[in-house]
């Protein structure tokens, strides 16, 4: 079984200030993570993805995230916000062997001036 | 990129009537569609892949006849929610698999359905 957890369903940062958006996860097999992001009226689309390559994953908007093992995490992270950041932020695991995606909870984040 | 078109972006109806809600993919032929669910402040969940041209299959716990779906093109998934009801008011968000981008996913901007 494989689940996902997101940590703070709303995250607030000044814009410049570091971006942390937390996910940890739980999978009996080797996962594939992902990380979408919803802007308002927009479908989800995909920021980056871990398939068992490199830890770190760089993606689009400047957006990183580190697979770490030993923490079962795959936070997002994003040097300085902008203010076109704010939007939400979805974490979700596969077993990379069907398309089944399994989601977080999202975390909605702010960005002010 | 590939974009997928999800429509009526939202609609309220009353309980015991039927909503259909619509799926297209505009540049690219899906043989493959997904439908989720969220609701208020939980994850989306997974309620069925729709297969071109056979039944869709059903995630445990989603009832069939309920949650009608259809997916009688490649580029078109309806779902269809019978007899609707106040708790299955909900956001219903359609994805679809690009064969020709690395079997990427895109998802559709999501249906808020409320039901009085």
């Known amino acids: 079984a494989q689940s996902v957890t997101q940590l703070g369903s709303h995250v607030s940062v000044s814009e410049g200030a570091l971006v942390l958006l937390r996910c940890n996860y739980s999978?009996?097999?080797?996962?594939?993570l992902f990380w979408y992001v919803q802007y308002p009226n927009q479908g989800l689309q995909l920021l980056l993805k871990y398939t068992s390559a490199a830890t770190l994953v760089k993606g689009i908007n400047g957006f990183e995230a580190e697979f770490k093992k030993s923490e079962t995490s795959f936070h997002l992270t994003k040097p300085s916000a902008h203010m076109s950041d704010a939007a939400e932020y979805f974490c979700?695991?596969?077993?990379?062997?069907?398309?089944?995606?399994?989601f977080g909870t999202g975390t909605r984040l702010q960005v002010f001036p | 990129g590939a974009v997928v078109s999800q429509h009526p972006s939202w609609v309220i109806c009353k309980s015991g009537t039927s909503v259909k809600i619509e799926c297209r993919s505009l540049d690219f032929q899906a043989t493959t569609m997904f439908w989720y669910r969220q609701f208020p402040k939980q994850s989306l969940m997974l309620m069925a892949t729709?297969?071109?041209?056979?039944?869709?299959?059903?995630e445990q716990g989603v009832e069939k006849d309920k949650f009608l779906i259809n997916h009688a093109s490649l580029t078109l998934s309806t779902l269809t929610v019978t007899s609707a009801h106040p708790e299955d008011s909900s956001f219903y968000i359609c994805?679809?698999?690009?064969?020709?981008?690395?079997?990427?996913?895109?998802f559709g901007s999501g249906t808020q359905l409320s039901v009085l």
């Open positions: 979700a695991v596969s077993d990379g062997r069907t398309d089944k995606l399994i």
């Open positions: 994805s679809a698999r690009d064969p020709g981008l690395d079997e990427k996913l895109f």
């Open positions: 999978s009996s097999v080797p996962p594939y």
């Open positions: 729709s297969n071109e041209g056979s039944k869709a299959t059903y």
